[in-house]
DNA sequence: AGTATAGATGAAAACGTTTACGATGTCAAG
DNA sequence: CTTGACATCGTAAACGTTTTCATCTATACT
């Protein structure tokens, strides 16, 4: 039913080859000759056949993202920028976006050979990568294009951006240390993250330059999500010798720790000093606001579609591995230390 | 390079056309050949090309959405719960998800163009619903497949799922009332959508049943980020007969009007009740714990899913119209009113 | 006038599938 | 032995493009 070059050659009286032609811009067709396809196109509506098209070229023109809903990640902001991120840069450029849900039973694995064996896309992100990825190790195997959101520890090279966090966990923890406190715990996220490695990097490296011996006791590990910080805080606060503040990896447990402090009669940024990391719109409304570690969400999704683009057509990137730097945002919630 | 069916073909000496029978599972061959067949493909790592399937087919198995980026609404993660829905939902059945974030400068009815025309999509699922929808005037008037969330006031039948915003925003408005609150304010969202209408008239009827008049003045229009809760919320409360509760259209006005109740002193849930709605995990962090009306994002984007999957089957749908009641969660940020 | 050249166009192959149709072979019933 | 039914398989068309190559015409040059 739809309108094809066949049936605008036809209409026109030239071969569809012309008609192919003038309508991509292609050389060689005579300038009255374009304009009567053109016209002719325009009256009757067409538009090329996208899969016809990406049958003959051996191109997809589409992007792929697998994201794990399992996981917390998914209703995190923080996703839904990066998101926006990538898909306002992919469309800027034509190309499709296609996201791919986990499916919660099936390998890993198997998601990612669906989109590389069968060609459903010409390129992926990866997203929270992993020590020693899999999925980076089966994509480079593969020769497929890629970037990844943040490093790996593997033994190969490969294009990514990431978001400094040893950097921001450095300049977090050197702030807190400058306001006086020693005792700072952390709660980390698991350590199936690559960046939980990174950020606990970037801590312990303030408290050598300062001298302060590292506490294993002061380390504790949660699921990202508000319950753990709440709980885990609570646990932090009531031993015999409690921390002055608390960092956490990401907004949501740090705002658990908020309620942690509060529901045990602290005040937080007198009492106790809460730092977190990610900045989702939540830590400006959390009372008191949190100061935390900013990550550009939105940036790096576009940041990444780009490289990915560039990967796709042959581009030399200028920089195969980018390194954002997080800025510390000051807000309320840390302090110096209470002198009891 | 990679192995197509011509290859299996030459590989176990048959045709190409028996190779697709044996793969498919289409009856007409050989079980003997089929095995071989099987095997070939096996040893091969045999995958089909879905472009070539699709050219053939006429399908894409692929459903699209389109996301307007420059809302608020894709940072919200009541949005990548629904999406993480959908993309279950896809997923289980073997359909790609397309997700289109819309070009701001672009005419937004040409990105449903682009889906519709070049048949990119086998079917759309369209969210937040506005009062006479062009989009959804569009697909109907092509005939295209989708199902919209939410409703519209287009005189025309389509199918849809949507959370009954105004039995929510009733029985709301009825608990505060029972709590005694007579003068309750109410920040809506912009009429833009849909469901602004719907949850207002909820609003109105539980007044309405208890004889309270309706005042103009008490109603203000956000744009459903926390700030003009916050603004709002101050305005109200610096007049001279401020209300003794608020309701706001989502959970992040409804943090803002917490935030602003404290700066000026009040303590919710005893001198002003606030209540939001959405449920999103942001109304657990706050303090106090946010009352409001639960959507279940998540389950909503995974039976819209369904839906427009049935349709696509030509399965008959039970419900073509879908409404879902949603619940009051009595938290702490509302209280009988301060008799002062 | 003859010929080289450039520009415009069409025929046809190709991309990798699915499927309608026809051909072949086998076997049982008449 | 003939006939028909059935199972199995191959041929070829189709899906709608892009692109290579050959053909044709008109112009310019010798």
């Known amino acids: 039913m739809p309108v094809t070059l066949h049936d605008l050659a036809r209409e026109v009286g030239v071969s569809i080859a012309t008609v192919s032609r003038a309508l991509s811009g292609a050389p060689g067709v005579a300038e009255e000759t374009r ?60 190309y499709d976006l296609l996201v791919s849900t986990r499916a919660p039973e099936a390998d890993e694995l198997h998601t990612y050979e669906r989109m590389v064996r069968e060609r459903r896309v010409d390129g992926l992100i990866v997203i929270s990568t992993r020590p020693h990825d899999e999925r980076i190790l089966y994509l480079l195997e593969q020769n497929f294009p890629f970037v990844a959101f943040g490093r790996s520890d593997i033994d190969a090279e490969f294009p990514y951006l990431d978001v400094d966090g040893e950097y921001g966990m450095y300049h977090a923890t ?35 330059e300062h001298n302060i011996p590292f506490d294993e006791q002061l380390i504790a590990i949660g699921d990202l999500r508000d319950r753990s910080g709440y709980n885990l805080t609570r646990d932090f606060l009531s031993r015999e010798n409690p921390p002055s503040a608390i960092i956490a ?37 959390v009372h ?20 990915l683009i560039r990967l796709l057509r042959q581009e030399t990137l200028e920089q195969r591995h980018v390194l954002l730097q997080p800025e510390l945002i000051v807000r309320e919630s840390c302090g110096p230390r209470a002198t009891s």
């Open 174 to 208: 050197r702030y807190l240390i400058a306001l006086g406190h020693r005792r700072i715990a952390y709660i980390s996220a698991p350590y199936t993250f690559m960046y939980s490695t990174h950020r606990l990097q970037g801590y312990r490296k303030a408290l050598a």
């Open 35 to 94: 304009q009567r396809v053109l016209a002719a196109a325009r009256a009757a509506h067409y538009r090329p056949n996208v899969m016809a098209q990406r049958l003959q070229k051996q191109r997809t023109d589409t992007l792929g993202i697998i994201v794990p809903t399992s996981s917390t990640r998914f209703g995190d902001p923080f996703f839904g920028d990066f998101l926006a991120g990538v898909g306002d840069k992919a469309i800027e450029h034509e």
């Open 288 to 307: 008191p606001r949190l100061t935390t570690v900013h990550q550009p969400a939105y940036e790096a999704g576009w940041h990444i579609c780009d490289m």
């Open 249 to 285: 990896c990401n907004d949501w447990m740090a705002s658990g720790a908020i309620g942690a402090a509060r529901d045990m009669g602290l005040t937080v940024g007198q009492d106790l000093s809460i730092l977190g990391f990610d900045d989702v719109p939540l830590a400006q409304i």
